[in-house]
């Protein structure tokens, strides 16, 4: 087995948070190796970890995982190479829940729920991205 020179380069990084930012323990990865067969989603359910995670914690995958079968008896990280991270605790308040709805605008199209929080008008050139990081929701939540 042999590990790859790209994951050797995320071992020891460390990197300032800004203060109340989650703050990684020990820098270190889970590893698996690659067996015949394998693909990244195969690797990231047997890992409990999303697709997505496994391509960003091994950038040599390259984009859409295509080259797995090269890594075959190699070693990747299934966690976070950085380490795990913990959420600071609240210290600003109460966490209550809003459980009206927002207002609804006058022209909204047909079939629009009516239980929404927040109503927002797209402007033209925005995507769901611009959308859902404007609001600070999910797409679930879209």
């Known amino acids: 087995m042999r590990l790859r020179p790209s994951l ?40 409990k970890v999303t697709y997505a995670q496994v391509v960003s914690w091994n950038r040599s995958l390259k984009s859409f995982c295509s080259k797995i079968e090269t890594f075959k ?33 006058s022209k909204v199209p047909n079939n629009t729920t009516k239980n929404c929080g927040k109503y927002s008008q797209v402007k033209k050139g925005q995507d769901c991205s611009d959308i859902l990081t404007g609001a600070g929701i999910t797409l679930t939540d879209l």
Request: glycine content about 8%.
């Open 73 to 105: 008896e190699s070693k990747v990280c299934v966690s976070n190479p950085l380490g795990d991270f913990s959420l600071p605790t609240n210290t600003q308040g109460g966490t209550s829940v809003v459980t009206t709805a927002a207002p609804v605008p």
């Open 8 to 47: 050797l380069a995320l071992f020891g990084v460390t990197q300032a948070t800004p203060s109340g930012s989650p703050q990684p323990s020990a820098p270190r990865c889970k590893e698996y190796v690659v067996k015949e067969g394998d693909t990244c989603l195969k690797i990231a359910k047997q890992n």
